[in-house]
């Protein structure tokens, strides 16, 4: 298995992790980059991006990363609260009106951004394809009742997070989450990450390959009887029943759409870059995210225990999901990140000036990925042996 770029000194391990993940654990292509304290001490790709025509996955291939864009997506509605154009316990009625409808008019910005708006799914349900109509998302969220009290309860937000902070950001900036990111994040950095792949990096995409196949599920599934809780679980990956990219992953559609919180694609050292700024305390020598006050309100937790959807305690902070034990960004407290669908992830550990980032093209979809493990865990014992030293 053939693995381009290469590890600084010390970091050796990462690369045999990497490596043996593609013997040991599947790994058809995949990427992974680590920043420590600034500066980059692993760019590592390997393996395939596409196997029907052996494309080898190169430095510059894009990979879908599922829900490790969500944080990224809600950066420029977290900005917007850093530079004061809103504060987090505004109601989102404030800059977009129509949201007040059906009991929406106390929801915050905080409720969003923490997964307790109580709109984890579109209640209604929507026409094949209708996750690539923005306006008819947004005017959808904005018109009906909320699934539970807003601010009792976090439900994580599968695939409607985006649009609810992406919503905001718009009528606030003029921009898209993607135009925000193009504008203010990717040029920053360096690096090539995206909501809506332009035509230009299509080719570079990966495809995607799903362990269960990934084809949409039979739309039937969302008539079937069930209680208000299951059908609010159900429909929030199933309604319309592509919305978790299942069917459509690998179309040139899904990958140009603007779906934020589920299509992101990018590089394994854009999501490091950004996470190593966030880790130098929100801004290093080259890049500014956020200000530290906002940076430490964003990394505390805001809501905390048992959601339904994940079938696990979690821990959120604002748009960013917590260390905890048993899922940890590493070893250390008060690491932060988020986790995508199949094994993806990108976090920040402040403790050590840790940016992390890795994308694959196999997705497995459990909540629990041995090759992000190994990875992390190699990391850290890389740092270990040098303060042995």
């Given amino acids: 298995m053939k693995i381009g770029g290469g590890c600084a000194e010390g970091f050796g391990a990462v690369a045999d992790a990497f490596a043996r993940n593609f013997s040991t654990e599947g790994e058809i292509g995949a990427a992974c980059a680590v920043y420590h304290q600034g500066r980059q001490v692993v760019d590592l790709w390997g393996g395939v991006a596409d196997t029907q025509s052996d494309k080898p996955w190169r430095q510059d291939t894009l990979c879908g ?16 609260v850093d530079v004061g154009l809103i504060a987090l316990d505004d109601v989102v009625a404030s ?29 209604r349900r929507m026409p094949e394809g209708a996750m690539f109509d923005w306006s008819l998302i947004v005017n959808e969220l904005a018109a009906q009742a909320p699934w539970f009290v807003p601010g009792s309860r ?24 993607n135009q925000y990111v193009q504008r203010e994040i990717a040029g920053a950095i360096g690096e090539q990450l995206y ?22 599920p039979d739309p039937a599934i969302l008539d079937m009887e069930m209680t208000e809780e299951q059908r609010m679980l159900r429909f929030a990956t199933m309604n319309p029943t592509g919305f978790s990219s299942m069917g459509v992953m690998n179309t040139r559609q899904w990958r140009q759409a603007e779906v934020p919180s589920t299509n992101g694609h990018g590089t394994a050292r854009a999501v490091a870059r950004i996470y190593s700024a966030l880790a130098a305390g929100g801004e290093d020598r080259e890049i500014r995210l956020l200000s530290n006050a906002m940076l430490g309100e964003a990394t505390r937790i805001q809501s905390s225990g048992y959601c339904p959807n994940l079938d696990r305690e979690v821990d959120f902070g604002l748009a960013l999901q917590l260390t905890r034990p048993e899922r940890p960004f ?14 993806s992830v990108g976090f920040a550990d402040p403790v ?11 997705i497995k979809p459990r909540w629990q990925s041995p090759r992000n493990r190994n990875l992390i865990q190699a990391v850290y014992a890389s740092l270990a042996l040098q303060a042995e030293e």
């Fill in 195 to 216: 909501f809506g792949v332009p035509e230009d990096a299509l080719e570079r995409c990966a495809t995607l390959y799903w362990e269960n196949g990934g084809g949409a």
């Fill in 154 to 177: 976090h439900v994580y937000h599968t695939n409607t997070f985006g649009y609810l902070v992406g919503e905001p950001l718009r009528r606030l900036t003029g921009l898209t989450p």
């Fill in 352 to 362: 050590t000036g840790i940016g992390f980032g890795y994308v694959m093209n196999q």
């Fill in 330 to 343: 590493g070893p250390n407290p008060g690491a932060y990140g988020h986790f995508g669908t199949g094994g």
């Fill in 95 to 123: 800059v977009w009106p129509e949201f007040a409808a059906n009991g929406k008019a106390a929801v915050t910005f905080r409720h969003l951004l923490t997964h307790q708006a109580g709109l984890p799914a579109i209640a």
């Fill in 65 to 80: 990363f599922y829900s490790t864009g969500k944080p990224i997506a809600a950066l420029g509605l977290l900005r917007c």
